[in-house]
């Protein structure tokens, strides 16, 4: 059987079970808590059946759960009772290359916060499933920060109320959106391009892209004051910063701890260690983070791994952490995943004129050849004048 790593950004728990939406593919899942297997449960109509990153983060309204964007075009809404489901355009215009990397639920509205400029910050009332566009806040990002053509918010957002703050890639701004009343402001941080962020209170802890220390940034007075780090000049890098418990907590793109800041001593430490089985997904997968995102719910940090198969705990009065492992069984790769989502991938991608497809990670050699028997399309067409036709006539295909 080939292996399918399990990456979601977000889970919604019931009392058995964990329901997630795959990030490598167009599939929802549902996790048991008891046995650790995994169950298809649909694909989200009208998007690609392999592309990443559809759905980021998961809300409940009654019996409705609302997967919202990544990259998918439309807000789904699920209801667990009766399996219906219905969509939602976020908007009728934008970069589909561009993608929403976060949102905030205030009250029944979910926000969408973008990563480009380009991208209109969305209001989504769950009641009445209706939607709101704030377009004008790109105005406010200094012309040396802006950029529409890529995307220049990267991370989570940090949080307070209806405020929310992200950094600007590759630069030492940050900004502030007032949400309620739309109302944004940029602030410049120091010189160093900055990475992420957490919040405080009136405190903001910064990461950087050139080291592992880390950024103290009083908002009120401006002082400023680099922390180091004991792992500094490892160039480790942070998946994610997180104000959890009384606690700054850093979790490392590298490595098998999780840091912390220890204001006492104005430096950045070891906290806990990450558990060992976890060290089967690498490190900093695909050179991009290796958690998606993270959940806190009380002292506990849940971290949800990029390609891993589990979740990751982190007990925050424990100093300690602990995982679950979950298993796609070969019956369901074979059924589900294959058939529902690599077989769609293949036929789409060759039912057009030139009729081929790229390789992939997860549709690779192996997986079209699966295809090909399984299909019983032995022959298949090649398309002219493209590289299918060049790669048939130099192997003399024909």
């Known amino acids: 059987m080939r292996d399918l ?99 905030c639920r ?13 991208q209109p910050i969305v209001k989504f009332d769950m009641k009445r499933r209706r939607a709101e566009y704030w377009e004008d806040y790109a105005e406010a990002v200094p012309e040396g920060a802006a950029d529409k053509k890529r995307p220049v918010f990267f991370r989570q957002y940090a949080k307070n109320g209806t405020e929310v703050h992200a950094v600007v890639r590759d630069s030492p701004y940050m900004a502030c959106f007032d949400l309620e009343n739309r109302k944004v402001s940029v602030k410049k941080v120091g010189d160093r391009p900055l990475t992420d962020l957490c919040l405080d209170g ?94 806190c719910e009380g002292n506990l940090v849940r971290l949800y791994p990029n390609q891993a198969d589990r979740m990751v705990d982190v007990h925050v009065s424990g100093r300690r952490a602990s995982g679950r492992e979950f298993h796609l069984e070969e019956s369901q790769y074979r059924d589900v995943f294959r058939k529902k989502i690599l077989n769609a991938h293949f036929a789409k991608e060759l039912s057009g004129e030139k009729a081929e497809a790229m390789e992939t990670p997860v549709a690779d050699l192996d997986a079209y050849l699966a295809y090909v028997a399984q299909e019983g399309r032995r022959t298949q067409r090649v398309g002219s004048g493209g590289c299918g036709e060049a790669i048939h006539r130099a192997l003399d295909c024909d």
């Open 106 to 118: 205030i009250g029944d509205a979910v926000w969408l916060l973008p990563s480009s400029l380009s």
């Open 5 to 103: 790593r399990l990456s979601f950004a977000d889970a919604y728990e019931t009392e058995t079970s964990w329901i997630v939406a795959e990030t490598l593919c167009n599939a929802c899942f549902e996790l048991d808590k008891e046995t650790g297997r995994v169950s298809y449960l649909f694909s989200f109509e009208g998007e690609k059946p392999l592309q990443a990153g559809l759905y980021h983060q998961i809300y409940s309204c009654g019996k409705d759960l609302f997967f919202v964007p990544g990259y998918a075009k439309r807000i789904c809404a699920w209801n667990m009772d009766t399996g219906e489901r219905a969509y939602y355009p976020v908007t009728e215009r934008g970069d589909a290359g561009h993608r929403y990397v976060d949102s």
């Open 202 to 295: 009136t405190v903001f802890w910064f990461s950087m892209r050139d080291g592992d220390d880390v950024l103290r940034w009083e908002a009120d007075s401006g002082a400023m004051e680099i922390y180091p780090s004991e792992t500094s000049g490892e160039g480790r890098g942070y998946s994610n910063l997180i104000k959890v418990g009384g606690e700054i907590l850093l979790v490392p793109n590298v490595g098998g701890q999780v840091m912390r800041v220890n204001p006492a001593e104005k430096r950045v430490e070891a906290f806990c260690d990450l558990p060992e089985e976890l060290g089967r997904m690498g490190d900093a997968r695909a050179g991009w983070r290796r958690f998606f995102s993270y959940r």
